[in-house]
């Protein structure tokens, strides 16, 4: 769910940073608004509803092939998406007004140039400030959504102990859990330092 919504997310983003075309701005924006103003309960009961008991498209629960990851990924990436979209049009958007872009321009780099190779690893920085917070939000967000796809993940592991009374595994399960924040968070903070001269420096 992070990667779709880090992918996805992205694309959307350039697009509302570049895009002539005033309907597909306002679209993008009005659509992430609304990603953004439902949980992910409430976007996997309603994923549940449309697609897999009236149109039948999509498995109900549990996690037996390729096609029954759709659901719950998507009902957990809506958030997020909507979130990253909407930092990188924005940040993305004020890069593209800066100096280096418009001299960028001036030696006669394409559009596509500009923003893959200078203008997006400005703008991406917040988003990665946000992936880090997003990977925990995630993953207690999974907990109530791997209960409405009746998945057998680590929510209802979680659950389950708790319900059960054992302690060990939910320690176990609170310390694996923290550590892949913790991971996560240090990824980001290396990429940060990645791309931005002044962070490398500073690591140095």
């Known amino acids: 769910a992070l990667a779709a919504a880090i992918l996805v997310g992205t694309a959307m983003g350039i697009l509302m940073a570049v895009s002539r075309r005033r ?27 449309v697609f897999s008991v009236r149109l039948k498209w999509f498995p109900a629960s549990g996690l037996l092939s390729p096609a029954h990851y759709v659901l719950p990924v998507t009902a957990l990436a809506l958030y997020p998406t909507a979130v990253i979209a909407r930092m990188t049009g924005n940040t993305l958007a004020a890069e593209m007004e800066k100096e280096y872009v418009l001299f960028a321009r001036a030696k006669g780099l394409g559009t596509g140039r500009i923003i893959f ?53 939910i320690m176990g399960l609170t310390v694996f859990m923290g550590t892949v924040v913790i991971l996560v968070n240090l990824i980001t903070d290396l990429l940060g330092a990645y791309l931005d001269p002044a962070s490398r420096r500073a690591y140095r």
């Open 23 to 49: 309907a597909v701005r306002e679209v993008i924006s009005a659509g992430g608004m609304l990603a953004a103003g439902i949980p992910s309960f409430a976007a996997a009961i309603l994923l549940l509803l």
């Open 117 to 169: 190779t200078h203008a997006l690893k400005n703008a991406w920085r917040p988003v990665l400030n946000y992936v880090g917070p997003a990977s925990a939000y995630l993953l207690t967000g999974s907990f109530v959504v791997e209960s409405i796809f009746t998945i057998p993940g680590m929510g209802r592991e979680f659950v389950g102990s708790i319900t059960n009374r054992d302690y060990t595994l």
